[in-house]
């Protein structure tokens, strides 16, 4: 028998544990208190003083401070959870006066062309291609790991748990990297699931979202023991899946679905932690096809019904709802969408706890941009600088903060190493075929995406300076570049000016990480690419390219697979 979720340490969805009580009904939020005391006072709180954040935080105090005069007279804490909370406030705001900014400039990428060849952290690519072959999928370490610090520090003041997105790349590897630095995981399905659980993390930083869960899933969810690898045989640290603990945090989307996962909690013998996703109805001027928190959108529950919800399921013995999700769209290039959400669904927070309930979460989704050009991005600060200042009460009053991040984090980490078959003229133009297109990289032919590509190899002066959608140099020759698929769909890029390339040369998709593999498939049967990762200087396969045999057969009908690696 598994015993009921705790809320222990070590999670990054965890929040308060202590209840130690001072004043009345108000429990001290200890490892909230640390959280928000070891903030690494950075850009958002220096540009805090004399801002919008700054007033907000100053507002925010001036309210703590009215509140407790007509209230905690007879107190005799020294201090109480609010009157704690604004003094670290205040702590911070006296701290970035006298620390100096932290910040570095933002940086795209490690991607950079030296003496005409492109080098991934100072590897060289073609290198790589010239063992692994192509299409292969090149991440850096430095990359990611670099856009995942300047994210959390510019989120720090509101400490949330950057849970990242499982779908936008889920190579373990990749999984491992960002758990080492402190991420948890947004998953959609039991093999994402089981993908976090494979790379070793920890099942208490999981989030489950997904408008489609099915009960077997929430079941694996919860208790091991229903876990589809259970009784394979496969060990993580020594362990089957069986007694792995439940995850922190699913994610319902429908009133039918909290029946549902009440029913599976019944059944594991466990109380199952969730949040409501909702849906605004904001529109997050994305594509349409990944635009999600529009009401004409299936994702989430509308945003007036949640109190109800609240009001039917927040004393079941199987659940703990705590609070709200939300997830608006991507890729995302304003904070304004958050900010607008954020004011809706702060209304029917305060609705909820009125109605009696306690809202310890709010999981503001992913959807964060990616530079696709050069600088296209806004920096974290700037989102930081709006939505910070909204979420500063609630975590003050010991709600935790959760973040689902895919695409900012990994997009340009990544990019995909094609090579040219042919190269043939029409009377439509030049054509660059390459030997893969839309079934290693989907986003151009799905969503009409932007994705720079440059030969690996160029001449004098080459070099991009900037990547753009526009762009300059000598000798640039205007090409449609496509791969093998029988689509017209299948092009990366068309009409684009790029140095003229032979049958045989390197290309690479730029800001390919996200979404790429993981959307990659073996349409017209082409094996799916190969992953290899760059991690200070030298390289190593984390995902072996698929075989023909494989692809047709299953990898059981093929035995090892090499992997290749060079310091
Ligand atoms: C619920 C949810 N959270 C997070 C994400 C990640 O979005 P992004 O990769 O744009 O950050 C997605 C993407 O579809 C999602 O559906």
Redesign the pocket.
Same mark, same amino acid.
């Given at each position: 028998m598994i015993s009921s979720p705790t809320r222990g340490a070590g999670s990054p969805i965890r929040g308060p544990a202590s209840t130690a009580r001072c004043c009345g009904a108000h429990p001290t939020p200890s490892r909230q208190a640390r959280a928000i005391a070891s903030i690494r006072i950075d850009r958002v709180v220096l540009q805090s003083i004399g801002s919008p954040l700054g007033a907000r935080v100053t507002e925010f105090r001036a309210a703590l401070c009215a509140r407790r005069s007509g209230r905690a007279q007879g107190c005799r804490e020294e201090m109480c959870r609010e009157e704690r909370a604004a003094k670290l406030i205040e702590q911070c705001i006296l701290a970035a006066a006298i620390t100096p900014d932290p910040t570095e400039p933002p940086r795209m990428d490690d991607f950079s062309y030296t003496n005409g060849r492109l080098h991934a952290e100072g590897v060289p690519v073609d290198e790589i291609a010239s063992k692994v072959g192509t299409p292969t999928f090149v991440y850096s370490s430095a990359t990611l790991l670099g856009h995942y610090r300047r994210l959390a520090e510019a989120f720090a003041p509101v400490d949330p748990a950057i849970c990242f $997105?499982v779908?936008?790349c889920g190579n373990p590897e990749i999984c491992r990297l960002v758990a080492g630095a402190g991420a948890g995981f947004?998953v959609?399905s039991v093999g994402e699931l089981e993908r976090v659980w494979l790379s070793g993390a920890p099942m208490s930083g999981v989030v489950f $979202?997904g408008v489609g869960k099915r009960r077997d899933e929430m079941l694996a969810a919860l208790d091991g023991r229903f876990s589809p690898l259970a009784g394979s045989g496969v060990k993580v640290n020594g362990m089957g899946p069986e007694g792995r603990g439940p995850i922190g945090l699913f994610?319902v989307e429908s009133e039918q679905e909290l029946e549902v996962l009440e029913d599976a909690a019944r059944e594991a013998g466990v109380v199952a932690s969730a949040t409501l996703r909702v849906n605004p109805d904001v529109d997050a001027k994305t594509h349409r096809h990944?635009t @999600?928190g529009k009401r004409e959108n299936k994702l989430g529950i509308d945003l007036a019904r949640a109190p109800a919800a609240f009001d039917r399921f927040g004393d079941s013995p199987h659940l703990n709802l705590r609070g709200l999700h939300m997830?608006l769209g991507? &890729?995302i290039y304003s904070p304004d969408p958050y900010t607008e959400a954020l004011k809706r669904i702060l209304i029917r927070i305060d609705e909820i706890e009125r109605n009696g309930h306690r809202i310890d979460r709010l999981n503001i !989704? !992913? !959807?964060?941009g990616a530079d696709y050009e050069t600088g296209s991005t806004p920096s974290y600060s700037t989102y930081a600088e709006r939505i910070v200042p909204m979420l500063l009460p609630l975590v003050g009053r010991g709600v935790k903060i959760l973040m689902? &991040? !895919?695409? @900012?984090l990994i997009a340009n980490a990544g990019v995909l190493l094609v090579r040219v078959e042919y190269v043939k003229e029409t009377s439509g133009g030049r054509f660059v075929v390459c030997d893969a297109g839309m079934n290693a990289l989907i986003r151009p032919a799905l969503y009409d995406a932007f994705h720079f590509v440059w030969p690996v190899r160029v001449g004098e002066g080459q070099a991009p300076a900037r990547r753009s959608k526009k762009p300059e140099g000598p000798g640039l020759v205007p090409s449609h570049v496509v791969g093998p698929i029988c689509e017209s769909a299948d092009a990366f890029i068309r009409d684009w000016p790029m140095p003229p390339v032979e049958r045989g040369d390197l290309l690479a998709v730029f800001s390919a990480g $996200?979404y790429g593999m993981s959307m990659a498939s073996t349409y017209n049967d082409h094996p799916l690419p190969a992953e290899v990762l760059v991690d200070k200087g030298s390289w190593r396969t984390i995902r072996a390219r698929q075989s023909v045999a494989a692809m047709l057969l299953g990898p059981e009908a093929c035995g090892p697979q090499p992997a290749e690696t060079t310091a």
């Open positions: $997105a779908k936008s947004d959609v $979202a994610n990944t @999600t997830h991507s &890729p !989704g !992913g !959807g964060i689902e &991040p !895919g695409r @900012t $996200a």
